[in-house]
Structure formats: C-alpha cells, structure tokens
C-alpha cells in the first residue's frame, strides 16, 4: 500500500488530498502533508503509484503543500497533466480543482478546508508578515486591496483562482483586452485564504496596495475608476498607476488638503509596503487631508516604536 493512501485512523486528522474520481483505481484518497512533495505515476514505488494506468508516466506529477498553496508540477510526462481541462506545465490549485494525468482525474479537497488552511498558514507566516497579517486582519476590516495583474501573473493566476470577491477596474471592449494586465479590486474579509496569501507571497515585491473602507464593493470600485488615467500638461490623457505602491507612497506623500479629499473619498486610509518591507505605510485620511503613520513589522522594534493602527473609524451596521 501506498504511504499516502487513507486510512480509518487517517480520516480525523487529514487535511487537503487529491481523491480519485475516475480511472481504474476510483475511491482513492491521497493525503498531502505539509512540507512534502508527493511524486504520482505508473512506477510503484512513488508515493502516489498507480501501476493500473498504462497511459500515466512513471513519473507523471508531483504536488506540494506549503502550509499556504497546493502546487502542482508536471514532470515531463508522456501525455501530460491537465487542471480543469487546461494542460500545465506548473499551476497552483484551488479547492475542487480537477486535475487529470492518463486515464486518471482526481480531484482536490480537504474535510474542513478553511480551519485546515487557516490553521497552516497561522503555523507557516512569522516574522514580519506575520505582524502584517494580523494587523490586516484585525486592524483594518473592511480590507481591500487593488491588485496589479501587470506585476506578477503569479498574482492573477491566484486571484483567478480563489473564491473571494474581485473586479477588474477596467470596463469595456478595451478593458477586456487588457485584463491580463488590469488593475483588480478584490474584498479580503478577515478570514480570507487569498489575504493570506498575498502577504506570504506578494508582499515586498510590489503586487499592490490595501485600504480600508466601509463602502460597499461597487462603491469602492466606482471611486477608484475616476483616476486611472490623468490629463498630462499637453493635454494627453495617460494611465496613471496609482495602485503601485511605489508611485502611490510619492503621490499621497505630496497631496495638498485641497486634492485629498477628492483623491481618498470614502477610504478611511491606504496601506503599503515602504522601500524596506518590515515597514507598513499607513496613509490615513484625516478629513482634513493625509496623515502618514509608518508601522514597524520587524520583531526588533522596541516598545512604542512606530505608530498604532488607526482604527478609530467603524463602519456602520447594515
């Protein structure tokens, strides 16, 4: 049998596996631990051997917990590896992602998928980020954050993926034509996997920017669109990319209090990674114009070291 294979004694504890939902070995389930790279193929001493389907390689896939993202590497198989009918190369699942390798298709669950992943990622993020994600979590509900598809594919393939709520702030046949390149609006509610996410893998590394706000998603959305393109002194019209937070810690550091009550609307502050990451940029709109709050994240600040959180504004009961 093999070392991945369930058990009854198995089946309290496990967390996220692929179960076999077609093929000549239907019913399995195969568990996967955190930390390991489990190997699947016809040769029957990989950990996911499945000898009875002569069209899998003997090295077809393997797959990857990380306490964060399940990812999936094809390993140049013969007839290779499909997520949902698409053939990969390499892809990061979601829940209920199918994936197809031969004759086989499995499919990827867990028994609680949100305490087990929660549980992982509480295990898996110290540090620096650890701080962020809890200060984002606790500090700053309702969190948004603009996400910059242009940045990273990464990101978007991670946003395409997960089941939280997202827009791109383009609109129209041009918009369309842009999305892989578009700027995304996207909720992240205090339990979100995706939240999660971005701090592990996006943060210093210029994916975006987060806000707080008490609108509503599409009220949100409206606002922003008012200031992707800006009118140039001779008059042309170009993008303005204040979503990147290298541009948008320049730009709010020299807003007037006349420009920014227009600029911020209904967004009680924006959040962002400094020039050095261990640093939170908390730009929080006063009424009066922006007041810059840096947040040390680094597990060397003293006591009374950087500026509280500003969470004095609560949004309204629905």
């Known amino acids: 049998m093999s070392t991945i294979e369930n058990s009854a004694q198995q089946s309290n504890e496990r967390g996220w596996f692929l179960e076999t939902i077609s093929g000549p070995t239907g019913g399995r389930i195969n568990d996967l631990r955190l930390g390991q790279v489990i190997c699947f193929g016809r040769q029957a001493s990989v950990d996911g051997a499945f000898t009875n389907d002569a069209h899998m390689s003997r090295h ?7 306490g964060i993202t399940c990812r999936i590497k094809d390993l140049n198989s013969r007839n290779g590896t499909f997520v949902n009918g698409s053939r990969v190369q390499e892809a990061v699942l979601a829940r209920h992602d199918l994936v197809t390798a031969g ?9 609680n998928a949100e305490a087990s992943l929660a549980d992982a990622q509480a295990a898996s993020i110290g540090g620096p980020k650890g701080r962020l994600l809890s200060l984002l979590r606790d500090n700053f509900q309702p969190l948004y954050a603009i996400l910059d598809a242009a940045r990273d594919r990464y990101a978007l393939a991670l946003l395409l993926q997960s089941q939280t709520q997202y ?14 390149v578009a700027p995304y609006l996207v909720h992240l509610p205090k339990d979100s996997a995706l939240l999660s996410i971005l701090v592990q893998e996006g943060w210093g590394k210029s994916w975006g920017v987060y806000l707080k706000c008490c609108a509503e998603f599409q009220e949100v959305r409206r606002h922003l669109r008012h200031f992707l393109e800006v009118c140039q002194p001779d008059g042309e019209q170009v993008y303005f990319r204040f979503y990147d937070p290298r541009v948008l810690r320049v730009y709010l550091n020299n807003l007037g209090a006349a420009e920014a009550g227009p600029f911020l609307g209904p967004i009680h502050c924006y959040l962002m990674e400094d020039q050095k990451s261990d640093t939170l940029l908390q730009f ?35």
């Open 103 to 111: 004759e086989t298709t499995f499919i990827l669950d867990s028994v």
């Open 60 to 66: 077809h896939f393997s797959v990857e917990f990380d």
């Open 167 to 180: 827009q791109s702030l383009y609109e129209g046949p041009q918009g369309e034509s842009l999305s892989d």
């Open 284 to 318: 929080v709109n006063t009424g009066q114009g922006v007041a810059k709050a840096p947040i040390t994240l680094s597990a060397t600040q003293r006591p009374g070291e950087g500026a509280a959180p500003a969470t004095e504004e609560t949004c309204a009961a629905s």
